[in-house]
């Protein structure tokens, strides 16, 4: 298996307050990205990297940001949790030049409540 | 924007029967196509994958897709499906050869009945 960590595996917050996610991985692959997925949506994209301090808007930002300060580690905010935002969020990573797939984490369960 | 569908929101079948998943894209400029299976409460694991070359692609556990450039699809096929195949199946694309980021499917949730 690929060496990716999300952390909190599970987590419930209240409306309002600021929530992290984490995602850390070994592999030292370029591009990592976060995804939530939901039911009747599939997984949709939220914001991905493809290096060091370079990120970028997937298709459902709104109300996320993320930061990478280093290669490993990739960290998904949300600044004020709505109940909206009650999923679960996959982290994956990819580096196209050596591997020809996406690699998933195992997955944030976050409820708001 | 570029967008994958999954014909099939369900896809109820008895064991030892064959199952065909559905799946279509918008575009088949230098897309990479991908079928990832999820079991209960677990991450996305790879079953198959399109780059280049041969259009007919088999995977793990049996699968396999044919890449239809014409018809912009990349359906899933099985022969002989077994109650451990029920799963939630999904396809996904990446366009200009793999510089993009994954856009995934909604997902078609399979279940073998014994």
């Known amino acids: 298996d690929a060496g990716i960590t999300q952390s909190p595996r599970h987590k419930v917050t209240e409306t309002g307050t600021p929530v992290t996610l984490r995602c850390h991985q070994t592999?030292?692959?370029?591009?990592m990205y976060w995804y939530r997925q939901d039911p009747g949506h599939g997984l949709r994209l939220i914001h991905y990297?493809?290096?060091?301090?370079?990120?970028d808007k997937g298709e459902v930002s709104d109300g996320y940001s993320v930061s990478r300060s280093k290669t490993e580690d990739f960290l998904l905010t949300l600044e004020s949790a709505t109940s909206s935002q009650t999923s679960v969020y996959f982290c994956?990573?990819?580096?196209?030049?050596?591997?020809?797939?996406?690699?998933f984490g195992q997955g944030t369960r976050l409820t708001v409540v | 924007a570029q967008s994958v569908t999954q014909l099939d929101s369900q896809v109820p079948v008895f064991e030892e029967a064959p199952v065909e998943l559905r799946c279509n894209y918008s575009?088949?400029?230098?897309?990479?196509l991908f079928w990832y299976v999820q079991y209960p409460n677990q991450g996305l694991q790879l079953l198959l994958k399109?780059?280049?070359?041969?259009?007919l692609v088999k995977g793990i556990n049996g699968f396999e897709a044919e890449f239809n450039k014409s018809q912009t699809s990349f359906h899933l096929r099985k022969p002989s499906v077994h109650i451990s195949d029920t799963a939630e199946y999904f396809c996904?694309?990446?366009?200009?050869?793999?510089?993009?980021?994954?856009?995934f499917g909604k997902g078609t949730r399979l279940s073998v009945i014994a």
């Open positions: 994956a990573i990819s580096d196209w030049d050596r591997n020809t797939e996406a690699f």
């Open positions: 592999e030292n692959h370029r591009y």
């Open positions: 990297s493809y290096g060091v301090k370079d990120t």
């Open positions: 575009s088949s400029v230098s897309v990479y």
């Open positions: 399109y780059l280049s070359g041969s259009t």
């Open positions: 996904a694309v990446s366009w200009n050869s793999g510089n993009t980021p994954l856009v």
